[in-house]
C-alpha cells in the first residue's frame, strides 16, 4: 500500500503578515513537520491549491523556501488566491501544459494521480474567485482518464464541482460543474479530492464520491446562511493521507496541533 500526502490552502503571506491572526508559514511548518515525520515513505505531497493568499512573488519564494527539503515530490497546485504568472516566475519548473495550466498526471502502482489547475484568469475579473475547467483543461482530463487502463484514478481540483450547503462558497464553486462531473461519472473507479473550503467532508454527488480536506492554517465556518464567503476560524491545521489501495483508496485528515496529541488510553 502506498499514500499521498495532501495539503489544500495554505494561503501563505508575505513574511511577517497573517491571517486572522495567525501566521500561515508558522502554520505550514508545523503541520508539515508533523505529515513528514508521521509519513517519511509517502511517494508525494499534492498541494492542493490557493498556495498563497494575495498571490504575491514573495509569498511564493517564502513558501518554495519551506518546502524544498521535503524528501518526496512536491505537486503545487493552483487556486483561486493564486496567480499563474507569479507561480510561475518562482517555480518555473513545475509540472504545466502547453497552454500553460499548472497541471500534472502519474502513475503510483494501481492509481493515476491526476491535477488540474481550476484558477479562472488572467485577466482576473471581479468573479474570480469562482472556478473554471476550460475546454483545454477538459480535454486534458479526458486524455488522462482514457488512458488509464485499469488504474483507480484519484482526481484533484481545487474548486468543488458541486453544492455543499455552505452558501457563501457555494456561490464561488467549479463554474462548469455539471460538465466536470459528468465526465468522472463515466468511470466507476474514479475519486475526486477537493479544497477551497476549509473544511473536511465528504460525500457523493452525480455518482461521483468525493472528499474535501481542511486547511493547515486557518478553517471555514459551516454556516449554512451567510454569504459572507471570509469567515474563518481558528481550529487545529490539518492534512490529509491518501491511502491507495488495490481495489480504491482511503482518505484520512490529520489534525496538527492539539496539546494533549500524545495521550492514548483505553475507554471501558
Same mark, same amino acid.
Given at each position: =500500500?502506498?499514500?499521498?500526502?495532501?495539503?489544500?490552502?495554505?494561503?501563505?503571506?508575505?513574511?511577517?503578515?497573517?491571517?486572522?491572526?495567525?501566521?500561515?508559514?508558522?502554520? $505550514?511548518?508545523?503541520?508539515?513537520?508533523?505529515?513528514?515525520?508521521?509519513?517519511?515513505?509517502?511517494?508525494?505531497?499534492?498541494? /492542493?491549491?490557493?498556495?498563497?493568499?494575495?498571490?504575491?512573488?514573495?509569498?511564493?519564494?517564502?513558501?518554495?523556501?519551506?518546502?524544498?527539503?521535503?524528501?518526496?515530490?512536491?505537486?503545487?497546485? $493552483?487556486?483561486?488566491?493564486?496567480?499563474?504568472?507569479?507561480?510561475?516566475?518562482?517555480?518555473?519548473?513545475?509540472?504545466?501544459?502547453?497552454?500553460?495550466?499548472?497541471?500534472?498526471?502519474?502513475?503510483?502502482?494501481?492509481?493515476?494521480?491526476?491535477? /488540474?489547475?481550476?484558477?479562472?484568469?488572467?485577466?482576473?475579473?471581479?468573479?474570480?474567485?469562482?472556478?473554471?475547467?476550460?475546454?483545454?483543461?477538459?480535454?486534458? @482530463?479526458?486524455?488522462? /482518464?482514457?488512458?488509464?487502463?485499469?488504474?483507480?484514478?484519484?482526481?484533484?481540483?481545487?474548486?468543488?464541482?458541486?453544492? &455543499?450547503?455552505?452558501?457563501? =462558497?457555494?456561490?464561488?464553486?467549479?463554474?462548469?460543474?455539471?460538465?466536470?462531473?459528468?465526465?468522472?461519472?463515466?468511470?466507476?473507479?474514479?475519486?475526486?479530492?477537493?479544497?477551497?473550503?476549509?473544511? &473536511?467532508?465528504?460525500?457523493? &454527488?452525480?455518482?461521483?464520491?468525493?472528499?474535501?480536506?481542511?486547511?493547515?492554517?486557518?478553517?471555514?465556518?459551516?454556516?449554512?446562511?451567510?454569504?459572507?464567503?471570509?469567515?474563518? &476560524?481558528?481550529?487545529?491545521?490539518?492534512?490529509?493521507?491518501? /491511502? @491507495?489501495?488495490?481495489?480504491?483508496?482511503?482518505?484520512?485528515?490529520?489534525?496538527?496541533?492539539?496539546?494533549?496529541?500524545?495521550?492514548?488510553?483505553?475507554?471501558?
Amino acid at each position: =500500500m502506498q499514500k499521498i500526502l495532501i495539503m489544500s490552502d495554505l494561503h501563505i503571506c508575505r513574511p511577517g503578515e497573517t491571517i486572522i491572526g495567525l501566521d500561515p508559514l508558522a502554520r $505550514l511548518r508545523t503541520v508539515l513537520d508533523a505529515a513528514i515525520a508521521a509519513n517519511p515513505d509517502a511517494a508525494a505531497l499534492v498541494l /492542493l491549491g490557493d498556495l498563497t493568499h494575495h498571490g504575491e512573488l514573495e509569498a511564493y519564494a517564502a513558501l518554495r523556501a519551506v518546502i524544498e527539503d521535503v524528501p518526496m515530490p512536491v505537486i503545487p497546485m $493552483l487556486g483561486n488566491h493564486d496567480r499563474r504568472d507569479a507561480f510561475l516566475t518562482i517555480f518555473p519548473d513545475a509540472p504545466r501544459t502547453k497552454s500553460g495550466h499548472v497541471q500534472h498526471v502519474f502513475d503510483v502502482g494501481t492509481h493515476r494521480i491526476i491535477t /488540474l489547475d481550476s484558477l479562472d484568469g488572467p485577466p482576473y475579473g471581479a468573479d474570480h474567485h469562482s472556478g473554471q475547467i476550460c475546454p483545454t483543461r477538459m480535454g486534458f @482530463l479526458k486524455e488522462a /482518464l482514457a488512458t488509464k487502463g485499469e488504474k483507480h484514478a484519484l482526481v484533484f481540483v481545487h474548486h468543488p464541482a458541486f453544492d &455543499t450547503g455552505i452558501v457563501s =462558497m457555494d456561490a464561488i464553486k467549479l463554474a462548469d460543474g455539471a460538465d466536470f462531473l459528468a465526465v468522472l461519472a463515466q468511470y466507476d473507479d474514479v475519486h475526486l479530492v477537493c479544497g477551497h473550503i476549509h473544511r &473536511t467532508m465528504s460525500g457523493s &454527488t452525480s455518482g461521483v464520491p468525493w472528499s474535501m480536506l481542511k486547511s493547515p492554517c486557518h478553517q471555514g465556518v459551516i454556516d449554512l446562511q451567510s454569504r459572507n464567503s471570509s469567515l474563518s &476560524t481558528n481550529e487545529p491545521g490539518a492534512y490529509g493521507i491518501a /491511502l @491507495l489501495m488495490e481495489n480504491g483508496v482511503v482518505v484520512h485528515s490529520e489534525d496538527v496541533g492539539i496539546s494533549d496529541r500524545q495521550v492514548f488510553g483505553q475507554y471501558s
